[in-house]
């Protein structure tokens, strides 16, 4: 089964949008942390943004904000007033204790986002 | 700025031939893990380390070797490489202090003909 689940492949954005990047996660443990990892044409991976379970407010850094609804199991990833370098694929990713061939980070296959001008 | 650099950033080789790719990180980081990227599948763990000489596979971990003789190296060798290892390499280490979360490093683009 799959850790983490990204099911827009794309996305489209107007300049000075917001947009909503949705992220479903799955794991029995209590205990783990959500994150979102964005990457340009350039290929890095940059890390946008932390939410730990336990967490009571939903993390937020500038301009993303993490919409983490436990119950449902969903960390989507909010980017308010959308900006031409926000264009990039962003990925979804956890971390648990529960280990699948010895991992414990488990991303997504990634949303390419698209900001029109 | 996590200090991971890998080494080549850029690489073509030909089939058959022995590849060693090289990560290098500056703070001392425990944990150090390689990846390999390819359009559809996001990241996928091929080995990972939790010490010097402690090593592990991951979920795509054929046909590849790792190595760790010191805290900062992490190297990943393909024995002999096919076509179907052309991919882009991440190398990531985990800071276990906070957020317990893992930076990358700027990734190395392996091309295999």
């Known amino acids: 089964a799959q850790k983490i689940t990204q099911t827009q492949p794309g996305m489209f954005v107007q300049e000075k949008e917001a947009v909503t990047l949705d992220c479903t996660y799955d794991t029995s443990d209590p205990s783990y942390g959500l994150f979102w990892y964005k990457q340009p044409s350039s290929g890095e991976m940059i890390f946008l943004i932390y939410?730990?379970?336990?967490?009571?407010q939903n993390a937020t850094e500038g301009r993303y904000s993490l919409n983490f609804q436990k119950a449902r199991k969903s960390a989507n990833l909010v980017i308010s007033a959308s900006q031409l370098g926000d264009s990039a694929m962003y990925f979804c990713?956890?971390?648990?204790?529960?280990?699948?061939?010895?991992?414990?980070?488990?991303f997504g296959t990634g949303t390419s986002l698209t900001v029109i001008p | 700025d996590a200090g991971i650099t890998q080494s080549p950033r850029h690489k073509v080789t030909e089939t058959g031939t022995p590849v060693t790719l090289r990560c290098h990180q500056t703070e001392n980081h425990r944990y150090m893990y390689w990846y390999r990227q390819d359009p559809g599948h996001g990241l996928r763990l091929i080995h990972y380390?939790?010490?010097?000489?402690?090593?592990d596979k991951g979920e795509v971990s054929d046909g590849y070797s790792v190595s760790r003789s010191k805290t900062e190296d992490f190297l990943l060798t393909l024995e002999s490489a096919t076509s179907s290892q052309t991919s882009v390499y991440f190398c990531?280490?985990?800071?276990?202090?906070?957020?317990?979360?893992?930076?990358f490093g700027p990734g190395t683009r392996l091309t295999v003909l």
């Open positions: 990531a280490i985990r800071e276990t202090s906070g957020r317990d979360t893992q930076y």
């Open positions: 380390s939790y010490g010097v000489k402690d090593t």
């Open positions: 990713a956890m971390r648990d204790v529960i280990r699948v061939a010895g991992n414990q980070f488990y």
């Open positions: 939410q730990g379970s336990y967490d009571q």
